[in-house]
C-alpha cells in the first residue's frame, strides 16, 4: 500500500464536496416531493455516485496505489471538514438546523458509506484489478 496525497485527496475531496453541495443546493429549486428536505438528500444520494467516482479517478490518475478504504474516509472526511465550515453555516443554520440535527441525520451517515462504498469500488475495480491484470 502506498502512502496517501494529502493534497490530491484535499483536490478530489473539494470537487466531490462541490458536485454534492450544487446537487443538494439546486435541488430546492425544483420542488418535485412534497418534503424538501428529503428530495434533497435523495438528489444527493444519487448525484454522490458519480461525484465520488470522478474524486478516485481524479486522484487514482497520478497513479497512486492508495488502499481504497484510506482514500475514501479521508475523502469523506475532507467533505465533513468543508460540511462544518461552509454548509452548516451557510445553508443549515440559517433554514433553523444546527450543527447536531446535520451531522446527526442518519440519512448523512448513510451518504457517508456510500461515498466512501464508491471510491473502495474504483479502487477495487480500476486499480487493484490493473495491478492483477499487469501482473499476469
Same mark, same amino acid.
Given at each position: 500500500?502506498?502512502?496517501?496525497?494529502?493534497?490530491?485527496?484535499?483536490?478530489?475531496?473539494?470537487?466531490?464536496?462541490?458536485?454534492?453541495?450544487?446537487?443538494?443546493? @439546486?435541488?430546492?429549486?425544483v420542488?418535485?416531493?412534497d418534503?424538501?428536505?428529503?428530495?434533497?438528500?435523495?438528489?444527493?444520494?444519487?448525484a454522490?455516485?458519480?461525484?465520488?467516482?470522478?474524486?478516485?479517478?481524479?486522484?487514482?490518475?497520478?497513479?497512486?496505489?492508495?488502499?481504497?478504504?484510506?482514500?475514501?474516509?479521508s475523502?469523506?472526511?475532507?467533505?465533513?471538514?468543508l460540511?462544518?465550515?461552509?454548509?452548516v453555516?451557510?445553508?443549515?443554520?440559517?433554514?433553523?438546523?444546527?450543527?447536531?440535527?446535520?451531522f446527526?441525520?442518519? @440519512?448523512?451517515?448513510?451518504?457517508?458509506?456510500e461515498?466512501i @462504498?464508491?471510491?473502495?469500488?474504483?479502487?477495487?475495480?480500476?486499480?487493484?484489478?490493473?495491478?492483477?491484470?499487469?501482473l499476469?
Amino acid at each position: 500500500m502506498k502512502s496517501l496525497n494529502l493534497k490530491h485527496v484535499a483536490i478530489s475531496a473539494a470537487t466531490v464536496y462541490a458536485i454534492g453541495i450544487l446537487a443538494f443546493v @439546486g435541488s430546492y429549486f425544483v420542488p418535485l416531493l412534497d418534503d424538501a428536505d428529503f428530495q434533497a438528500n435523495l438528489v444527493l444520494m444519487i448525484a454522490i455516485i458519480p461525484a465520488a467516482y470522478l474524486g478516485a479517478h481524479l486522484y487514482y490518475r497520478k497513479a497512486h496505489g492508495t488502499n481504497g478504504f484510506l482514500l475514501g474516509g479521508s475523502m469523506f472526511l475532507g467533505a465533513m471538514i468543508l460540511d462544518a465550515l461552509i454548509t452548516v453555516p451557510l445553508f443549515i443554520i440559517p433554514n433553523g438546523g444546527n450543527y447536531v440535527s446535520f451531522f446527526g441525520d442518519p @440519512g448523512f451517515w448513510l451518504i457517508g458509506v456510500e461515498y466512501i @462504498g464508491v471510491v473502495v469500488a474504483y479502487w477495487q475495480f480500476r486499480v487493484v484489478d490493473r495491478q492483477v491484470r499487469h501482473l499476469l
